[in-house]
Every structure is written in structure tokens, then in C-alpha cells.
């Protein structure tokens, strides 16, 4: 058969949050790029198909990053004694603006490209500089490496060191002149509205963005509630608004299922109703949240008030970009959540991590993060045979073995939409 093939091996994915589907000696069925099925036993009609068997490994989906900034990965494990506001000024805004220079770009970005394929993440979203040609650049050599991704030009025109901050009407013609260059131009990677967040963006350059989003129908990052102080200035700023999400969806920011908003930490019951309205998309982002002393996002809730949620590495704010390594993050500070509340707010579960790392952050790409019928087969081939000291564990045992101690050598093969991705070479 034309694009059809099979991959064997022990299958460990989530269709609803917080249940594992496991198929021991399993085959995934996958025609042009999705998959058709999962099963023990072929149907007759592809007795005659390829099938690539990888024995005793387990095939897990791909992870999904949904926010982390590039320009940010050589400052990663610097400033995290500081409290958001402090570490921006003195570590963050001199590094963005370094990426005029389209060589120290360059050179930073194939660096950060190479480290998150190493990891197993096969789709993120990506918050670049102010900066539209190493934004190009950017995007080209996503495309190039074969892993998906949204990736945005950053807008700010206030509240930010004079070399970073934008004239208004400039920022918006860049923004525009990239939307229409790349909205088509690839098929994985595709460009994303990203005002930073609103202390840095005027009232009329928000509002523009959203009506850039609206007229394009292109998707919205930025960040909410991150930090105490950076919500008394947001309140300063905006006086007329209630809250901080409020300003977002007074600009038409707020889209359906097509908005991430990065950390809200410090969200009321208010703005958790508004985003769960608005089909919002959390990008929950612990390794930063600790490091930068903001706080335990409230993810259970957030989850049973029926919010969108994904898992983020968050750097430089965040230390790692290994998904499996904020899986256990997340499970520690929900630990914490749950001794904080007497008890009261349950623990968040592995395989509750797992569903947000895979399909819950992958939603925001469409069908992804599943192994699904009709799911694009993003998928990763891990041999954790040197992780197991003892071999009569489940696959549910050694997934969460994986998870918590296992690294990037862990991960022999990568899959991105049917493709076999290898080591991008930019």
C-alpha cells in the first residue's frame, strides 16, 4: 500500500486525561502521516504492509512544548535567585537584544533547535525577539529541521530598556509583513501573534495585534499573571479593566482555542471563568514558577473548571527544556498544592502529566499528541533497558521510570507527522 507502514513495540498513550491505553506487542498503523490504528491482531487489509518492530521498546507520543523563548536558551540556569521583574532587567532584555545580529542569531538558534529535538520534543511554541528578520530566520530553520512549531516576532512598545522597545506603528507593519510571508509558506511551522505581556504593550498596539489575529485568522501567545508585582503594574497601567485577562480580551486577544496564555499562577475565580469561556490555552510552566519565586499555578482547578492546559519548559525563566523533567516538576508542586490544602486538592498524576505533555498541549496543534485514528503520528521510540534493574515492571511502570530518570540518550527514534526526524543538520 501506498504511505502505509507499521511500527511495533509497546504503545503507551492517553486518549482522556488521567487514563493510560497500553498495548503490549503493539502496532500502529500510519498512512499518509496519521494514524489509522492501533492494534494487536493486523486487519486483513494490511497483512502486506512494512512494519518496523521495535521489539521490547516502548513508543510513546511526542512531547509538546507550548512556550519557551529562543533568544532566551543562552541564559539558561542564569538569574534564577531573582524575582521576574529583577531577572528581566538585568539578564533577559540584554540578552534579546543581541538578535539584530543575525550570525549570534543564527548561531544560537541551531544550538537551540539540535537541543530540542535531543529532548523528545517533536512541536513548541516560541516567543522570539523584537527583532523581524532573525524572526524569519528563525521560522526557516524550524522548517528546516523538520520538528512543528508557532513561532512569533514579540511586540512591545513601553515599559521596557529604549533599544527594545518598538515604535507602535512599526511593530505592527513587521507584524503583518510576516504573517502574510509565512502563514502559508510551510506546513509545520507557522507564525504566531506575541505581544510579551501587557506592561510592555501599549492598550492601542494590543489592540491592533488582535485585530491582525482576527483579519488572519492567526493564533495568540503571551503571558498572564505570572507575578505579584507584574500584576500591580498591570493594575496601574490599566485601571479601567477588572483584571489582568480582562485587558487581554478588551483587545480581542483572547481567541477561541487558538490562545496560549503562559503561567497564570495568580489567576481569581474571575479570570479562571473568562478563560475557560474564551477555550484559552495554559501553558503551565513550574521549573520557571519555582525559580523565579512565582508561586503553584492552581492546575487542578484550572482543570476542573474545564481550562485547556499544557505542559511548558518556560526557559530561560524555566532551567531545562526537557519535558519529562517539567513532568516532574509538575508532580512535585502539585505534591505541595495538595500538603498546602490539607489535603483537600488532590495530586496530579503521572498519568495525568503524561496526557498534558502529549495531548493536552498537543490540541493547540490540532490532532496531535495521541495515537488516536485519524491523529498525526508524532511519536518517539524509547529504549529504557538501562533504566531497568528490575524486568518485571509494567509498561505504565517503566513509562514513569522513563519520565523521572531517564535523558535524551533514552530516545533512539523521533517522529513528526509520519516523518522519521533525524539529528537536524542547519
Not at 519548559?313 to 508542586?333: F, K, N, R
Amino acid at each position: 500500500m501506498k504511505n502505509v507502514y507499521g511500527i511495533k513495540g509497546n504503545i503507551i498513550y492517553t486518549k482522556i486525561f488521567g487514563k493510560y491505553e497500553v498495548v503490549s506487542n503493539g502496532i500502529i498503523v500510519i498512512e499518509n502521516e496519521r494514524v489509522k490504528g492501533v492494534y494487536n491482531d493486523l486487519p486483513l487489509k494490511y497483512k502486506n504492509i512494512d512494519i518496523k518492530d521495535y521489539g521490547d521498546k516502548l513508543i510513546i507520543p511526542g512531547f509538546i512544548d507550548l512556550h519557551l523563548h529562543a533568544p532566551q536558551f543562552p541564559n539558561m540556569g542564569l538569574g534564577l535567585d531573582k524575582e521576574l521583574m529583577p531577572w528581566l532587567n538585568k539578564y533577559t532584555f540584554p540578552e534579546e537584544a543581541k538578535y539584530e545580529n543575525l550570525q549570534y542569531a543564527e548561531d544560537v538558534y541551531k544550538k537551540l533547535i539540535k537541543k530540542i529535538w535531543s529532548v523528545g520534543t517533536t512541536r513548541c511554541c516560541i516567543f522570539n525577539t523584537i527583532h523581524k528578520e532573525s524572526t524569519k530566520l528563525l521560522l526557516d530553520l524550524f522548517n528546516k529541521s523538520g520538528l512543528g512549531a508557532y513561532i512569533g516576532k514579540v511586540n512591545m512598545d513601553r515599559e521596557s530598556p529604549d533599544i527594545l522597545i518598538e515604535d507602535t506603528n512599526k511593530s505592527i507593519s513587521e507584524t503583518i509583513e510576516l504573517i502574510k510571508e509565512y502563514k502559508d509558506k510551510y506546513k509545520l511551522v507557522k507564525p504566531i501573534i506575541t505581544p510579551r505581556f501587557v506592561p510592555t504593550c501599549s492598550f492601542e498596539l494590543l489592540k491592533s495585534l488582535g485585530e491582525i489575529a482576527g483579519k488572519y485568522d492567526i493564533p495568540v501567545q503571551s503571558h498572564l499573571c505570572e507575578n505579584s508585582g507584574e500584576i500591580e503594574l498591570v493594575k496601574k497601567l490599566h485601571p479601567e479593566c477588572r483584571n489582568y485577562t480582562e485587558v487581554y480580551d478588551k483587545a480581542n486577544l483572547l481567541k477561541e482555542n487558538k490562545t496560549i496564555m503562559a503561567h497564570c499562577v495568580l489567576v481569581n475565580e474571575e479570570e479562571i471563568d473568562l478563560l475557560r469561556d474564551k477555550k484559552v490555552f495554559i501553558a503551565h510552566c513550574p521549573t520557571s514558577n519555582l525559580n523565579l519565586s512565582s508561586g503553584i499555578a492552581p492546575i487542578r482547578r484550572l482543570i476542573e473548571r474545564k481550562v485547556n492546559v499544557g505542559l511548558a519548559s518556560d526557559i530561560s525563566g524555566g532551567h531545562t527544556l526537557s519535558i519529562p523533567e517539567v513532568i516532574t516538576s509538575s508532580a512535585q508542586v502539585s505534591n505541595l498544592k495538595w500538603l498546602n490544602s490539607n489535603k483537600v486538592e488532590e495530586k496530579l498524576t503521572t498519568a495525568e502529566l503524561f496526557y498534558l505533555a502529549t495531548k493536552g498541549g498537543g490540541k493547540f496543534f490540532g490532532k496531535v499528541g495521541s495515537f488516536e485514528e485519524d491523529y498525526e503520528f508524532d511519536a518517539l521510540v524509547i529504549d529504557d533497558s538501562d533504566l531497568l534493574i528490575e524486568n518485571n515492571l509494567s509498561i505504565e511502570e517503566r513509562l514513569q521510570k522513563f519520565l523521572y530518570i531517564g535523558n535524551s540518550n533514552n530516545i533512539i527514534l523521533r517522529y513528526v507527522s509520519g516523518n522519521l526526524i533525524n539529528e537536524p543538520i542547519l
